[in-house]
T-cell receptor, first 111, second 112 residues
Framework: KNEVEQSPQNLTAQEGEFITINCSYS?????LHWLQQHPGGGIVSLFM???GKKKHGRLIATINIQEKHSSLHITASHPRDSAVYICVTPISNFGNEKLTFGTGTRLTIIP | NAGVTQTPKFHILKIGQSMTLQCTQDMNHNYMYWYRQDPGMGLKLIYYSVGAGITDKGEVPNGYNVSRSTTEDFPLRLELAAPSQTSVYFC???????????FGNGTRLTVT
């Protein structure tokens, strides 16, 4: 079982819809990253957060440390938001913290 | 700032050949990582480094070697290339493990 689970795996929505992507993790963490990867493209870091909420343009990321859960929201979605979204967190493994990746959510926004 | 720079962007390697993928960052980051991403799959950690002179294995280290002689550079060496190493390789860096991640643009490697 992956220590970092994302849902849904795939999401297709109409342009303008409000999008939510979820990330759950099984152990205590110090921070969580949200990444975006466009088809055939590079990887961009969207957010790094350890508590509360962060907003950047139409993107909002929240984290609930007690519930071990984070969400990425996209308001007024646009076809250019189509990408794979990945949550990443350092998971402690015998004293070493290694970045553990979620399985990714493939988002497709239809015009 | 150039950020994280990977070279080459593309390469075709014959089975049994060796090559080095270069990664350099100009942000004075301590942590550096090498990942591979197979088609339609997620990122898998090959090796990582928490500072100059310190490296450690990730999930899929077999067939690869790394070194970290300077803070800036973290080259990935493929010895005796195999078709299973056909993948896109990403290098990343961060100040510490819980600070923002910066990725290179990737190296697309084909082994035939």
């Amino acid at each position: 079982k992956n220590e970092v689970e994302q849902s849904p795996q795939n999401l297709t929505a109409q342009e303008g819809e409000f999008i939510t992507i979820n990330c759950s993790y099984s152990v205590g963490i110090s921070a969580l990253h949200w990444l975006q990867q466009h088809p055939g493209g590079g990887i961009v870091s969207l957010f790094m957060l350890s508590s509360g909420k962060k907003k950047h343009g139409r993107l909002i990321a929240t984290i609930n440390i007690q519930e071990k859960h984070s969400s990425l929201h996209i308001t007024a979605s646009h076809p250019r938001d189509s990408a794979v979204y990945i949550c990443v967190t350092p998971i402690s493994n015998f004293g070493n913290e290694k970045l553990t990746f979620g399985t990714g959510t493939r988002l497709t926004i239809i015009p | 700032n150039a950020g994280v720079t990977q070279t080459p962007k593309f390469h075709i390697l014959k089975i049994g050949q060796s090559m080095t993928l270069q990664c350099t960052q100009d942000m004075n980051h301590n942590y550096m990582y090498w990942y591979r991403q197979d088609p339609g799959m997620g990122l898998k950690l090959i090796y990582y480094s928490v500072g100059a002179g310190i490296t450690d294995k990730g999930e899929v280290p077999n067939g690869y070697n790394v070194s970290r002689s300077t803070t800036e550079d973290f080259p990935l060496r493929l010895e005796l290339a195999a078709p299973s190493q056909t993948s896109v390789y990403f290098c990343a860096s961060s100040w510490v493990h819980n600070s923002p991640l910066h990725f290179g643009n990737g190296t697309r490697l084909t082994v035939t």
